[in-house]
């Protein structure tokens, strides 16, 4: 095997132990794991029924019905679910720089972004998960072609909450504590991939898709579930790879500006 | 007689002070705050474009009572009652957990007192500066409230909505007593107050029977009642509505009373 095989296959093993470690903490505490995870579920599920009592008003807006805001929760909570689980720090980063517990990271021989990524498994992002597959069952197309599209969607809106994270997170290394910012993208990045895109106009609706790629995901149940369009979803896979070669890069860059004290820290 | 009134008052400037500490301190956090009016900003032109796109951007229409601009000062006000309460169920369940609460107990002072008057200490001064935000952007996009003597009654209500939301919250903090993890009840509590306590839609725009489920309940006294008034303000609706708050208040207010005495009385705290 040549060495970058062997670096890849070294990596794969590295991801599946410890997502492996995750998984057996989070089952630890089974009676925890499952009343977060509900409470997540019933979380979105209380979302669900504000937009059935908005839509009982106003049965059609700028185009959406209920379903299609259904599949848009599918799409933002499964999207932000599969991520949160298996890159449990994703929109921690911020936390970790400005703590110092980045020297942990550092002092293993493993790719740092990825190492601090995948240490830990949000729990409530399985109810995220569970929830945006349950409403897919439920209102989704269940062909081949239908489950093959929302795979994608899934995999393009999980790429931008940790493109768009990564990159508030990397703050924290020029602005130092970058916590509230980081947190403030945080907050507002998911308020926005939950509404519709459609009842955006003008400069909202331009922001949305390029600096603020929340427009990306809002969309996905109708430019690329619904009616298929190639040029959205050209742009949604572009943008997904672009913010997060973004992350990745600024993450390094930063990692050369990185200082810290002498706090001894916990991997956690 | 005197006496009575002499502990009465008392009792009262204890409060006052509270208040004017736990407003202090506030101030001394205020990039917190001013943080906390960006995500109302947010929050409020999406929900603004949301319902300017279901009412077509028509200014002359009206759907459940209400018009579009009505709509969107609604839900600055309820927002800004919302987003101005500090956490103190989390308060109180970490004070009965690790023990702080031995300290507190200790103090002339009525321990759920205190907490009111430092709920009503840091939620005015983020309420005042929720509200001025929210506000901005409600008279940017909608235009500037035309709704009487709305606002002014709106600001009283809204004292009894928070004293209401602070009641709430203190009842299910107060279960720490008892249950070692209370936030599973508070967010249960949160998310009654989004839906049937009308957040982000008004209850008459919700259907008649969750309307008429509604009305038995005392969420809506402490969101949507206050900003109803607020945009569709009438004399006897005011009074009618102070008058569900009060009642709302002693019967809340008594349980907590209840559940605090009967909670410290099995408190057990160790070492110190």
Same mark, same amino acid.
């Given at each position: 095997?040549?060495?970058?095989?062997?670096?890849?296959?070294?990596?794969?093993?590295? &991801?599946?132990?410890?997502?492996?470690?995750?998984?057996?903490?989070?089952?630890?505490?089974? &009676?925890?794991?499952?009343? @977060?995870?509900?409470?997540?579920?019933?979380?979105? @599920?209380?979302?669900?029924?504000?937009?059935?009592?908005?839509?009982?008003?106003?049965?059609?807006?700028?185009?959406?019905?209920?379903?299609?805001?259904?599949?848009?929760?599918?799409?933002?909570?499964?999207?932000?679910?599969?991520?949160?689980? &298996?890159?449990?720090?994703?929109?921690?980063?911020? @936390?970790?720089?400005?703590?110092?517990?980045?020297?942990v990271y550092l002092a293993q021989p493993k790719p740092v972004l990825l190492n601090v990524l995948t240490s830990r498994m949000s729990v409530t992002g399985a109810g995220d998960l569970i929830f945006?597959?349950?409403?897919?069952?439920?209102?989704?197309?269940?062909?081949?072609?239908?489950?093959?599209?929302?795979?994608?969607?899934?995999?393009?809106?999980?790429? #931008?909450?940790?493109?768009?994270?990564?990159?508030?997170?990397?703050?924290?290394?020029? &602005?130092?504590?970058?916590?509230?910012?980081?947190?403030?993208?945080?907050?507002?990045?998911?308020?926005?991939?939950?509404?519709?895109?459609?009842?955006?106009? /003008?400069?909202?609706?331009?922001?949305?898709?390029?600096?603020?790629?929340?427009?990306?995901?809002?969309?996905?149940?109708?430019?690329?579930?619904?009616?298929?369009?190639?040029?959205?979803?050209?742009?949604?896979?572009?943008?997904?790879? #672009?913010?997060?070669?973004?992350?990745?890069?600024?993450?390094?860059?930063?990692? /050369?500006?990185?200082t810290s004290g002498n706090a001894i820290a916990m991997r956690n | 007689m005197n006496r009575y009134a002499a502990g009465l008052r008392g009792a009262c400037l204890k409060q006052l002070a509270i208040? $004017?500490?736990?407003? $202090?301190?506030?101030?001394?956090?205020?990039?917190? !705050?001013?943080?906390?009016?960006? !995500?109302?900003?947010?929050?409020? =032109?999406?929900?603004?474009? %949301?319902?300017?796109?279901?009412?077509?951007?028509? =200014?002359?229409?009206?759907?459940?009572?209400?018009?579009?601009?009505?709509?969107?000062? =609604?839900?600055?006000?309820?927002?800004?009652?919302?987003?101005?309460?500090?956490?103190?169920?989390? $308060?109180?369940?970490?004070?009965?957990?690790?023990?702080?609460?031995?300290?507190?107990?200790?103090?002339? +002072?009525?321990?759920?007192? =205190?907490?009111?008057?430092?709920?009503?200490g840091e939620g005015a001064l983020r309420f005042i500066v929720l509200l001025l935000t929210g506000g901005l952007v409600a008279w940017l996009s909608v235009g500037p409230p035309a709704f009487g003597?709305? +606002?002014?009654?709106? %600001? *009283? %209500?809204?004292?009894?909505?928070?004293?209401?939301? !602070?009641?709430?919250?203190?009842?299910?903090? %107060?279960?720490? !007593?008892?249950?070692?993890?209370?936030?599973?009840?508070?967010?249960?509590?949160?998310?009654?107050?989004?839906?049937?306590?009308?957040?982000?839609?008004?209850?008459?725009?919700?259907?008649?029977?969750?309307?008429?489920?509604?009305?038995?309940?005392?969420?809506?006294?402490?969101?949507?009642?206050?900003?109803?008034?607020?945009?569709?303000?009438?004399?006897?609706?005011? *009074?009618?509505?102070?008058?569900?708050?009060?009642?709302?208040?002693?019967?809340?207010?008594?349980?907590?009373?209840?559940?605090?005495? $009967?909670?410290?009385?099995?408190?057990?705290?160790?070492?110190?």
């Open positions: 095997m040549s060495t970058g095989g062997k670096r890849i296959g070294g990596i794969v093993r590295f &991801l599946a132990a410890n997502w492996k470690i995750n998984l057996a903490a989070a089952l630890e505490y089974r &009676l925890s794991f499952f009343l @977060l995870a509900g409470m997540m579920f019933l979380n979105n @599920l209380i979302w669900l029924f504000f937009w059935y009592l908005f839509f009982e008003r106003f049965p059609v807006v700028s185009g959406w019905r209920l379903e299609d805001v259904m599949l848009l929760w599918s799409v933002s909570t499964g999207g932000f679910g599969w991520v949160s689980v &298996l890159f449990g720090n994703f929109n921690r980063v911020a @936390l970790i720089v400005s703590s110092g517990q980045l020297d945006g597959l349950v409403v897919f069952i439920a209102v989704g197309d269940l062909t081949l072609r239908g489950c093959a599209l929302f795979a994608c969607a899934l995999l393009i809106s999980g790429a #931008l909450f940790v493109g768009v994270m990564v990159i508030a997170g990397s703050l924290a290394f020029w &602005l130092g504590n970058a916590e509230g910012i980081a947190g403030q993208v945080f907050g507002s990045f998911i308020s926005l991939t939950i509404y519709p895109t459609g009842i955006f106009r /003008g400069a909202a609706k331009f922001i949305l898709f390029t600096v603020v790629p929340a427009g990306f995901i809002g969309y996905m149940p109708i430019g690329l579930m619904r009616e298929f369009d190639p040029w959205f979803a050209a742009a949604a896979a572009g943008s997904a790879v #672009l913010f997060a070669a973004g992350g990745m890069l600024m993450f390094r860059a930063g990692l /050369g500006q990185y | 208040v $004017r500490i736990a407003l $202090r301190q506030q101030w001394a956090y205020k990039a917190d !705050f001013l943080l906390r009016a960006c !995500f109302l900003l947010l929050i409020l =032109y999406v929900l603004g474009q %949301l319902y300017g796109a279901a009412y077509e951007g028509d =200014y002359e229409r009206t759907i459940g009572g209400f018009t579009l601009r009505q709509i969107v000062w =609604y839900l600055v006000f309820t927002e800004a009652i919302t987003m101005a309460g500090p956490p103190v169920g989390v $308060r109180i369940e970490e004070e009965v957990k690790n023990g702080d609460i031995a300290v507190r107990l200790t103090r002339p +002072l009525s321990y759920v007192g =205190y907490h009111y008057g430092s709920y009503l003597f709305g +606002l002014p009654a709106y %600001l *009283l %209500l809204a004292v009894l909505g928070l004293t209401l939301s !602070f009641l709430l919250t203190a009842a299910i903090g %107060l279960c720490a !007593f008892w249950v070692e993890e209370t936030r599973g009840l508070e967010f249960v509590l949160q998310k009654l107050l989004f839906t049937v306590g009308g957040l982000l839609i008004p209850v008459d725009l919700m259907p008649e029977w969750l309307q008429r489920v509604c009305a038995w309940l005392p969420f809506q006294a402490a969101l949507y009642l206050p900003a109803r008034v607020g945009v569709r303000y009438g004399g006897e609706l005011m *009074l009618q509505v102070c008058l569900q708050q009060l009642a709302w208040i002693a019967a809340l207010g008594l349980l907590v009373a209840f559940i605090y005495k $009967r909670g410290a009385g099995k408190l057990h705290v160790n070492g110190g």
